[in-house]
């Protein structure tokens, strides 16, 4: 009975937002696109995609610039982009389509599924939620963990779930917002239980046939080698663009791996704004439950500066999604960013209206602003110049922050013992092996399980290096602590040198460093 009467309200809902919707015109389209071309020119942005759907349909799919940095092929409809944390709203879907079928409930505990899950307390393991893992109120803190999938590691599932018994909570579940990514990896495992195929066989056979995605992957390595349009990341370092290969975080999951085109994209942005139903006519999950896919699980206070500019009185996150008010209207979309890329979709369901913008450098403010330029079109907004605006807050705080990077200036520096006082193995309870060893004069740090987290010490004051990655794009330069005892390291401590630039997935600070034993 109440599926049957939410198809009826879906229904009357689509009628109505075609009844009232305004087209966007060939005028208002070149509008877009001359903020595009703008938003590229100024944040130095070498390629990028955009799909709009307006009224349920697509009205704009294009490439623009190239794919590589200082190469010549060119970004177009079909050229794949890592979408990073927009995958999250395909493992919510997966969960959903898993619970029509009767095969799990978003009440289950996790441990119904995933027998060996543990979380920090024996309460927490058995209290949290499917529902809990996708809606960032597990209580885990900001990015905790994701240094067991990033930089790529040779952690497995299994090592990943082993590992999260051992990292603190911050907060009592469901009392606080705090986005993690491994709650939606394994999300991504329960579908993989369930379902009994991988969530990434999942997502490709279950989801993407029915949408009508044909040119996407669930990772990058599932990419044919024939395929060669797919676009690399770009940093700008120093003031000048670099290039940045990855795998589109493969290691993510179902938290953030999968390589998308904005045709693609576009026929997912047709199936949400048509209440599940995908532009080949078949339905992807009830209109019931896509509306409880969009419904809040928890709340946060929106910005002061989003209250002035666009009217936002709430803001949530919901199921892989985010949701907030925009002018009056409801908005649900999600951000998504890889080192050297940069993802946004966004949608005014009421309006059958949707973006998705997929670009290969990470300048989110320039998405937002080029989003922003569409709705503003098609919603008939006030006009603002929603570009040259954002570039000129984006420059400002770039400018401040870069200016002042660097470690703290030391007034009396303390010295530092002999360096091979420093070295040995440190072990994290949840990441692994960290080991220190001198080289020549020099003291190295290698994080054993990260073919990327190589770098070397340089003194700071006292038992305090700084770490300088030899993969400077990183931006993640850290101090580590040492807690010496006897002139021995007892254990350790990193933080970050520059934490308004560094990532929040370089989750040092929790890793909790303590140094093994050398046997004799």
């Known amino acids: 009975m109440k599926k049957a009467f939410w198809r009826k309200v ?32 100024d944040f130095s942005i070498p390629g990028l995609a955009i799909g709009i759907v307006n009224d349920g349909k697509v009205v704009l799919a ?69 529902r809990d893992l996708v809606s960032h109120r597990s209580g885990l803190a900001l990015g905790a963990g994701d240094l067991m999938i990033w930089p790529n590691t040779d952690k497995s599932i299994k090592d990943i779930l082993a590992g999260l018994k051992h990292i603190k909570p911050i907060a009592a579940l469901r009392a606080e917002y705090h986005y993690n990514n491994l709650m939606f990896v394994v999300a991504g495992e329960v579908v993989a239980r369930v379902s009994n195929m991988s969530w990434q066989d ?61 045709t693609d994209m576009t026929k997912w942005l047709q199936t949400q704004v048509n209440a599940g139903k995908t532009p080949l006519g078949k339905q992807l999950i009830d209109p019931y439950m896509h509306q409880y896919l969009w419904h809040p699980q928890i709340m946060r206070l929106p910005k002061e500066s989003d209250r002035a500019a666009f009217k936002q009185d709430f803001k949530g996150y919901a199921l892989g999604w985010a949701v907030e008010s925009y002018f009056g209207y409801k908005r649900v979309g999600h951000m998504g960013g890889i080192l050297g890329m940069g993802s946004q979709v966004a949608m005014i369901p009421e309006k059958g209206l949707g973006v998705v913008i997929l670009s290969n450098q990470h300048a989110y403010p320039a998405l937002k602003a080029i989003t922003n330029e569409v709705f503003e079109q098609a919603l008939g907004l006030e006009p603002q110049d929603w570009v040259a605006q954002s570039y000129q807050s984006y420059k400002q705080q770039r400018d401040a922050l870069y200016n002042n990077l660097g470690p703290e200036k030391v007034i009396d520096k ?107």
């Open 202 to 262: 999942f997502v490709e056979k279950r989801i993407f046939p029915q949408v009508g995605i044909d040119n996407s992957y669930a990772g990058f390595s599932r990419i044919g080698n024939s395929n060669k349009n797919f676009a690399t990341g770009t940093i700008k370092y120093n003031g000048q663009l670099e290039e940045f290969v990855g795998d589109y975080l493969e290691d993510f999951r179902g938290a953030g791996a999968i390589a998308s085109n904005v």
């Open 10 to 41: 879906c229904c009357a809902t689509a009628m109505l937002m075609s009844n009232s919707v305004l087209a966007l015109t060939a005028p208002q389209l070149a509008e877009v696109e001359k903020s595009v071309q703008q938003a590229m020119d």
């Open 414 to 520: 303390q010295a530092s013992l002999p360096l091979s006082h420093y070295t040995g193995t440190l072990r994290s309870p949840w990441y692994g092996d960290v080991i220190v060893e001198e080289i020549a004069g020099q003291l190295h740090i290698d994080f054993t399980h990260t073919k990327l987290l190589k770098g070397t010490l340089s003194h700071h004051n006292g038992n305090t290096f700084v770490i300088k990655w030899h993969e400077k794009l990183l931006e993640a330069d850290s101090y580590i602590h040492f807690t010496m005892h006897d002139q021995h390291v007892k254990s350790a401590d990193l933080e970050w040198v520059n934490p308004d630039v560094t990532d929040f997935s370089f989750d040092f600070h929790n890793l909790g460093l303590v140094a093994v034993p050398q046997e004799d």
């Open 62 to 130: 294009k490439g623009y610039g190239v794919r590589q940095f200082g190469k010549e092929g060119l970004v177009d409809q079909h050229t794949l982009f890592g979408i990073a944390s927009n995958s999250k709203a395909f493992t919510a879907t997966a969960l959903a389509m898993l619970a029509e079928e009767g095969k799990l409930n978003w009440g289950d505990p996790v441990i119904k599924h995933l027998p060996e899950f543990q979380l920090h307390s024996q309460q927490l393991t058995e209290q949290i939620t499917i």
